[in-house]
């Protein structure tokens, strides 16, 4: 648990300072370049996403994987391996697809972006695109050997150039100075990725493509590569009925409540980071089982408030991250955050069945959760409106858990702890009444909030109190050093 809290600290601490620095970029962008600038950079970023599907970064959760457990067999040959075929094939797939755009740049400007992105824009952003593909392989490899720490420095010094260049160069060149920022950003970054390589896997080697390992990574990244693709044709999909059915404005809004539970997910995010390595290492079913109630445990502890907290100033929320023009949103919010909760816990199982390499089963989940996904807003959007993609991501998460629950009891006898029944039960209860209770006068609404966390509070144990208190003051007393 004291690894797991560390982990979520720095990694969450580090994207909520990103998504600081984020703010401060975005804003001096908007003066400088405006609206038109940032809707052309919008047009390539949109763009260039979904070819990053067709390039490495669908290795990225077997490199985290196969690293985990070849790390815990201080099998250093087989990360090796595993490390250099990951850099290699993502370098190569990404310099193919930035080659071909690049040649065929007129054509596809023409076809899929609009006359306003120039020539020299495109071209910038394409010879950035091999920086940008290896960054998620390069993260996971370190998210396997539990460099926690690198990983801290490589996003912070990355994100700090990029905001240097960016207000040097757009300061000087307006827009295409942006642009050009990109790139330098790009060039930063590969050359962090190439010292910090050398520091934690030693000498490069070309790999070889006819070994266990090597057949072991590229299955499990294929299965990926159909879940991203599935994953980008179902929203692209969900949006489309949604402009069909009701008009563009409600995409936005749609946008709008997909960004906030984003925002919900910093924590979630951090403890995956430290838990995914850890239930890819062989071990018993009984430790497997543990382990996953032990998260499943610390999720659900700092989630249920933030749902609860959530639900009770939705509108607060958005007017705080929006404008009162996103408020015909406020009364559907709730929605959103119940698929966050659910989110994270479908997320726990599906990061267990990843860990454990069953590939077949956690994609026949992925594609089971997309199509609960798109059949809800699919008959009753016309009916229910916006409401039906929101119930539509609930169904999802709601449909699968209880699959993942039944497989992983067949496969290694997994039950839920008392402690997961108690805060399931807590869940259910303060959840409830927050919903009730989220329209009314600020008083009930905060009463309810407080009442949350006593709850929660009530969950935690004593030892674990004293342990967080311990590892406070130990941080405390590290940057006294400093």
């Not at 990694?11 to 038109?36: D, H």
């Not at 490495?56 to 070849?70: P, Q």
């Not at 594609?367 to 409401?387: D, E, N, R, S, W």
């Amino acid at each position: 648990m004291k690894d797991l809290i560390k982990t979520t600290t720095a990694i969450s601490g580090t994207e909520i300072a990103l998504m600081v620095v984020a703010i401060i970029r975005n804003k001096y962008l908007a003066v400088n370049i405006g609206p038109e600038g940032f809707g052309i950079y919008g047009l390539i970023q949109s763009f260039f996403s979904l070819a990053s599907i067709f390039s490495g970064a669908w290795l990225a959760g077997g490199v985290t994987k196969f690293t985990s457990e070849y790390n815990k067999k201080n099998d250093n040959i087989a990360v090796q391996k595993i490390a250099s075929l990951s850099i290699v094939l993502t370098a190569v797939l990404s310099l193919v697809i930035t080659f071909a755009f690049i040649v065929a740049q007129k054509p596809m400007r023409k076809i899929f972006l609009s006359e306003e992105v120039l020539s020299i824009y495109f071209i910038l952003f394409a010879a950035s695109f091999l920086g940008t593909s290896l960054r998620p392989v390069f993260i996971a490899l370190l998210q396997g050997l539990k460099q926690v720490k690198s990983v801290v420095a490589f996003r912070i010094i990355v994100s700090l150039a990029d905001v240097i260049f960016v207000i040097i160069l757009v300061y000087f060149f307006d827009l295409i100075g942006f642009f050009f920022s990109i790139l330098a950003t790009s060039l930063v970054a590969i050359l962090i990725m190439w010292k910090q390589f050398n520091k934690h896997v030693g000498k490069f080697s070309f790999p070889s493509f006819h070994e266990n390992i090597t057949n072991s990574l590229l299955f499990f990244g294929g299965s990926c590569f159909f879940l991203s693709m599935l994953t980008f044709g179902g929203q692209y999909f969900l949006r489309f009925i949604v402009v069909k059915n009701i008009n563009i404005a409600s995409v936005g809004l749609l946008q709008a409540a997909t960004g906030i539970m984003k925002y919900l997910g910093i924590f979630n995010r951090g403890a995956v980071f430290h838990f995914y390595p850890e239930i890819s290492e062989e071990m018993s079913s009984s430790d497997r089982t543990g382990k996953i109630n032990d998260y499943l445990r610390f999720i659900l502890l700092i989630n249920i408030p933030i749902t609860v907290i959530a639900i009770l100033f939705g509108k607060q929320i958005l007017l705080l991250l929006y404008s009162s023009k996103f408020l015909p949103l406020s009364d559907l919010l709730f929605w959103f955050f119940l698929v966050h909760l659910m989110s994270c816990i479908a997320g726990t199982f599906h990061s267990n069945l990843m860990g454990m390499g069953l590939v077949k089963n956690f994609t026949l989940f992925g594609v089971l959760g997309t199509f609960l996904l798109l059949v809800v807003p699919t008959l009753f959007i016309k009916k229910y409106g916006l409401a039906s993609v929101a119930i539509g991501y609930l169904l999802s998460y709601t449909g699968t858990i209880p699959l993942f629950y039944w497989h992983l009891k067949r496969r290694i006898n997994f039950k839920f702890s008392h402690k997961i029944y108690y805060l399931l039960f807590i869940a259910t209860l303060t959840i409830s009444i927050s919903i009730t209770f989220m329209n009314h006068n600020l008083l009930f609404r905060i009463i309810c909030g407080v009442v949350t966390l006593l709850l929660i509070g009530l969950m935690v144990q004593k030892e674990e109190y004293s342990k967080l208190l311990v590892l406070v003051k130990n941080k405390v007393k590290g940057k006294r050093h400093e």
